[in-house]
């Protein structure tokens, strides 16, 4: 234990809780979920998180005690051998708690809501046990998101990274089977595994740098490091942030491997608010922000880092604008504001990184569970909509739900594997904006609530977005002209795009009949939604651009260091609002104006072939298809069939080893040295023995008294010897 | 009696009690040959757990030792001399774990010659663990053939269609290169006037040039049974044809006793020649395990992919062996148990599934997780742990093995090979993953596969696994998160053993 | 004293008769009984010169010979009764499967 004797440790020996609780939770449903409820598994997960929660707000009380001073808990050994000591030691300090906060805190939110979702969702696809499966998984990913933020060492912060990697493919994969259904072209177990190869990809470049410091620092653990920073030389240092960064570029999906995030949407809603929006992808920021005093060292890395980020920020947002998929749009818009915050960390402005992550948990997570509320609304619409066509008996009154998702239920399970669509008929797709339109009307409350996360996410004040996106603006604007720009431009996309968004599903006519029939979700779904909305507006208040409102700022001082709190610039801020409100109005003369039509082409398509690179992602995925798997796949194969088995095994092995040793031993021996050498030889010698031993079997002719007789003569003839010798 | 009561003679002979018994059990009684088998296995295991008990980790010589004369004829000194310390208690624990497993895996997959049977797998756990605690080089040698015999006709009559050929290819290729290795114990035993192994460390002395001769020799032998690449190739066809115990048999134990070799015998005997050749080494290890993983994604076939992944995997072991320092060489030690551990689990788990479905065939399968939700879990968790997930022990070992290999790159060890080799090397995460997780999302995710369909017209139904499976594989999972988030008590036998081991080296 | 002469000769003569009846007769049990004769004979010849050279061991050692001749006598006699039972006849002629 290195705790100094001076510091009141409060509730610090609860830090190994915080992924104690979760496990906890999981193992309960595992060994005897099967026995439980869907509420029961439901609130066993949501109390095993809330509990990480209530931990997470004692160590803020121990840690503010503290004036944020860093406590670390030590469990247990892990890894002592040679020079490499490693233990579990959790580390609480003012960044650590921030993060578990929004972790658990969030993470709450979403397990209950999640009871709601899930409770729909397994029955629209048909497959009620896996309701427990995904509670599981869910409280997994807290336990594994906690090692993350609380190891004291980078290879703890690397067990926590690989394994919300795990969780991420989990989840990703959680409807494995379902790559013919509702979204034809998302193959969701292939998303998945491009997921964590993805980010195994990342983890190359994070064990890389491990390697490095151990070898340049001689330990891993987070202060043994920085203390050393100014002995080393900056190249090792560039050279083990760069290669973190590689790790950021995979866990936080920046250029240039952001490509498994879009992907990874196939997993349920809930998974892309929590994982894939608020909290894992925001590892990668987390871990520039740790390693502050390294970046710190060296600007060389320090300007590729913010570059990386803001081209990607960019980059992202303009393919966010040309997606008609709901979560698509919000998907890359996550890359893009990771963008913005993995930039921000690059600048060293690693407040404003870490305030826009939380300020982004708040409105990205209620963005994408109200998708999810939109989208689970249209699967309802949809549902009526073919048992109004079906049985003739009109409307779908909310009464008589449950009986009709049950006679659903009968009628699918007849249909084989092909799956539940099939009852329906046409393919539908209820993530497609194309088939909204309207929905203010049949989902109110999942409207405002979107309506917060819009402004928020937009930029407009004073909306927490506005805030913290300004703050990086106004860094970006002092450290790096190029990726303000770069920056400023993508908030102007930003704010275009959730206009669009907007417009398209919520305002205008439906343009389908399940977005007629749509329906509002049930209150456990919508009070999660109503108190993160509250979140997404009021979070700015964390860290205001005013004097004596820098509360986050001061709080995180303790951690990183000096932190610059800069006033409100009314410069960047006039500039970055402007363009927000004026792309907002540009969606609105294109969506609004003449509401979005069905089957009608997009407006932006006349920008012809720039619009086709938005819609299409730019090619990225065919690029990397044609870089690097196609390539792989056929070296692999290569290898395999033709070098390892036609050459190696079949050839040289059949061929040339055994071959050679037949013929020596079939024709130069057998045939040759054997057959006609020694073979005639012995031969010789069997025939001579043969002819002898007929002339001697004479001589046993089997009569017993002739033995007898020849016993008699020879001992005669032997005492005859010795006698008369 | 004092002779047998010695721990490691228990240890190793114990087995030998099953085998008389099963002489005496009438054939049709399978269930009985089934159980003896069974108990004097798990009896074999709690007497290497009380050597576990009375071994002093702290202490790097050789303990219980047990040690008499032998053959001493003409001057020659050939002993019976056994030995434990921290670089073979693990891997005997290994061998006595995985015995009673895999005789508990072929309860019904093996219905023909149930008594032959049993009695090859206690004779093979005989050989295995003297092999281990053997410390006389002739005896070494008696042992380190013995393992191939019983293996022959495992291989060789309950294995699949083409066992034959793969049985002699097993048999020729590794007896190939220990005839070099006899020869060259043959040279140590004249030139240092005895046979045993510590002595001969002691005495050391050999010329630089005769110590790369015979160095050569012994990795030859080793090389084959590791196998290092290129010399890999008996392994495929050895695994896809042995039965599923066969298997976690040949990967878990007996792929471990050449990685054993070279740290017990070539390091140690040859500390000069270690040196020249660790970089020669070290760059096949590389490049098996870059190899490996590229090959392990082009197979068809569960049992290749998993039997080329433990090219790539032993491919880090023999990294971390050669790059001379602790954290290598424990990772490394600590990878052999880890690979024993996950890659066993993988055929044990390959071999239930296929005990049903009769195919090995990826194509067939998919969406498997859905009808057996419990297998899937228990396929993934060690899939992870077979491509190296932090938490889980495949990362504990690939790690230390890395970070080692990084640092002998920084130290000159690999000369010019420098980094790159742990560098390159680390790239085979990545691929691991990338095969691993094709097999699996093959076999367990996506629409359901034909092999449902095909399994349902032979008139049965594919189910999850039953009791007696989940037994055989749950030793295996607990050690896989014990080794992956407790490997203290792991490290803590090895250590010492492996710090004197370095601390022999002349290290520049 | 009778002198060994004596018993030498009667040895002799005894020993002959069993080599003569050995060889000449056909049927087992006589060449059977030839054959106790000539051990007979010879236990004579030894007891005799055990007695001249007042030794014991000759004594001790016909001791021998007789055990050895009864258990001789029990597996001769169980073979000639196996050979009865194969051949229905003792006649030693027949006995010739071995004939090279």
Known sequence: MHLSESVNTGFLFLAPWLVFFPVIGLLINTLFGHKFSERMIGAVASLASGAAFVVSVLLYVTVSGAHGEAMRWQLAEWMHIGTLSLDWTFRVDSLSTTMMLVVSGVGTLIHIYAIGYMHEDVRFKNDVGRFRRFFVFLNLFIAAMMVLITGDSYLMLFVGWEGVGLCSFLLVGFWYELDLLARPSWSNSF??????????????????????MFWAFGSLQFDKVFQQVPTVAPGVIIAITLFFLLGVTGKSAQVPLYVWLPDAMAGPTPVSALIHAATMVTAGVYLVARSAPLYSSVPEAQNIVALVGAVTALFAATIAAGQFDIKKVLAYSTISQLGFMVAAVGMGAYVAGIFHLVTHAFFKALLFLSAGSVILGMERGHHHAAHANHDNHGKGKKGKRKEERHDARAERSHSDSEGADEAHGEVFDPGDMRNMGGLRKTMPVTFWVYMAGMVALSGIPPFSGFWSKDEILLDASMHNQAAYWLLTIAAFFTAFYMGRQIWMVFFGEARHEAAARAEESPKVITVPLIILAALAVLGGALNLPFEGFHNLGHWLEATLGEVESLPLNLQVAGISTLLALLAILISWLMYARKPFAKDQTDPLASLGLFFKGMNNKWWMDELYHLLFINPYIKISYFIAEVIDWRFWHDWFHEKVIMGTYNWISFTGLNEYADQKGIDAFANGLGTWTQSLAGTLRKVQNGFVRSYALSILLGVVLILGYLIFK | MEFILQPLTLVIFFPLVGVLALLFIPSENKNAMRWTALAVSVATFVISLWVL????????????????????????????????????????LLTTLLTPISILSTWTAVEERVKEYMIFFLLLEIGMNGVFLVQDLFLFYIFWEFTLVPMYFIIGIWGGPRRIYAALKFFLYTMAGSILMLLAILWLGIHGKTFSLPDLIAQGGIPANIQMWLFIAFAAAFAIKVPMWPLHSWLPDAHVEAPTAGSVILAGVLLKLGTYGFVRFNIPLFPEATLQAAPWIALLGTIGIIYGAAVSYAQPDIKKLVAYSSVSHLGFVMLGLFALNPEGIAGAILQMINHGISTGALFLLVGMVYEQTHTREFRVYGGLWKIMPVFG???????????GLPGLNGFVGEFTILLGAWGAGQNGIFYWGGVW??????????????????????????????????????????????????????????????IGLYPAPFFNLIAPAVNHLVGTLPLP | MIPVDYYI??????????????LVRRNALIIFMSIELMLNAANLAIVAFGSVFESFSGQIFVFFVIAVAAAEVAVGLALIVEIFRSKRSIDVDQVSSLKG
Do not use: C
Not at chain 1, 191 to 212: E, M, Q, S, W, Y
Not at chain 2, 63 to 84: C, D, E, K
């Open chain 1, 191 to 212: 998303a998945a595994v491009k997921a964590f190869v993805a980010n195994r990809v990342g983890d190359f470049g994070f064990l890389i740098a491990t390697f490095i």
């Open chain 2, 53 to 92: 008990g009375r071994f002093d980790a702290s202490n790097t010589d050789l303990q219980m030792v047990a040690r008499y004369n032998w053959i001493t004829v003409a001057g020659w000194n050939i002993q019976y001399f056994l030995g434990i310390d921290g670089l073979s208690i693990l891997l005997v």
């Open chain 2, 377 to 387: 879990a228990i396929y993934l968790i060690v899939s992870l742990s077979s491509m």
């Open chain 2, 421 to 482: 080799f742990a560098g390159i090397s680390a790239i085979g995460v990545i691929m691991a993953a990338i095969y691993i997780l094709y097999m699996f999302q093959k076999m367990f995710m996506g629409p359901q596969g034909e092999v449902v369909e095909e399994t349902k017209k032979h008139g049965r139904a594919i189910r999850d696994l039953n009791w007696r499976e989940i037994v055989t594989v749950v030793p295996l999972l607990i050690l896989i998160f014990w």
């Open chain 3, 9 to 22: 000769i009667l040895s002799a003569i005894l020993f002959t008769i069993g080599v003569l009846g050995v």
